[in-house]
């Protein structure tokens, strides 16, 4: 069966300090990865998405970037966090048009 | 912009009560329609989709689509307090890339 694990769970950073939050799925090949944000009280904003390696296409022009450099890897990455970059970081998988598989979240503070 | 609504709640209802949830949607070419549930502090999970008007029925919950009217409703039948949080309507025209997050509606099902 497929899984999909995300780290770390909680995470607390100083304003102006890098970002790498990390997901991996297993069980399947190639498939869509997908970055989202979750703001307190808000919807889910998309940020990244890739249907395969090096592939990622931007939806928020923002100080974040993702890479992928393994089909079952998606990295979300910042040189420098603003404080408005706190939220709960989702990363989710698919592989068709039949919903989402999501991992557990990070939870960053930018402090 | 492309938008899908909900009221926030929250929504109380008494156990073995029907819930009745509600998400509106403003693009006419949305394709596919998802319902996910999101208990506190955890990541959404996916308990419903539906792509045709009319009613697709799992079980304790009924999610009801009218393209006509960009509406769609998920009914939940025999409320449990586990039923208990919050109801992210989700919506996507492009076969999966770019689904589009309503803010969610909170659930109390009363003991």
């Known amino acids: 069966s497929q899984t999909i694990h995300q780290w770390p769970a909680t995470l607390v950073q100083p304003v102006g300090s890098p970002l790498s939050l990390e997901c991996t799925v297993e069980?399947?090949?190639?498939?869509?990865l997908y970055w989202y944000r979750q703001a307190a009280g808000r919807g889910l904003q998309l940020l990244f998405y890739?249907?395969?390696?090096?592939?990622i296409s931007s939806e928020v022009p923002q100080n974040l970037s993702a890479s992928r450099p393994q089909d079952r890897q998606f990295i979300l990455s910042s040189k420098k966090l603003l404080l408005s970059d706190s939220g709960f970081y989702l990363c989710?998988?698919?592989?068709?048009?039949?919903?989402?598989?999501f991992g557990s979240g990070t939870r960053l503070t930018v402090v | 912009q492309k938008e899908v609504e909900q009221n926030s709640g929250p929504l109380s209802v008494p156990e073995g009560a029907i819930a009745s949830l509600n998400c509106t949607y403003s693009?006419?070419?949305?394709?596919?329609f998802f319902w996910y549930r999101q208990y506190s502090g955890k990541s959404p999970e996916l308990i419903m989709f539906?792509?045709?008007?009319g009613d697709k029925e799992d079980g304790r919950f009924t999610a009801q689509l009218n393209k006509a009217s960009q509406y769609v409703s998920l009914l939940i039948r025999d409320s449990q307090p586990s039923d208990s949080a919050t109801y992210l309507c989700?919506?996507?025209?492009?076969?999966?890339?770019?689904?589009?997050f309503g803010a969610g509606t909170r659930l109390f099902v009363k003991a």
């Open positions: 989700a919506v996507d025209h492009t076969g999966g890339f770019k689904t589009i």
């Open positions: 890739s249907v395969g390696i090096g592939q």
């Open positions: 693009d006419r070419g949305s394709q596919s």
């Open positions: 069980g399947t090949s190639n498939p869509n």
């Open positions: 989710a998988w698919s592989e068709a048009a039949d919903g989402y598989t």
């Open positions: 539906i792509y045709s008007n």
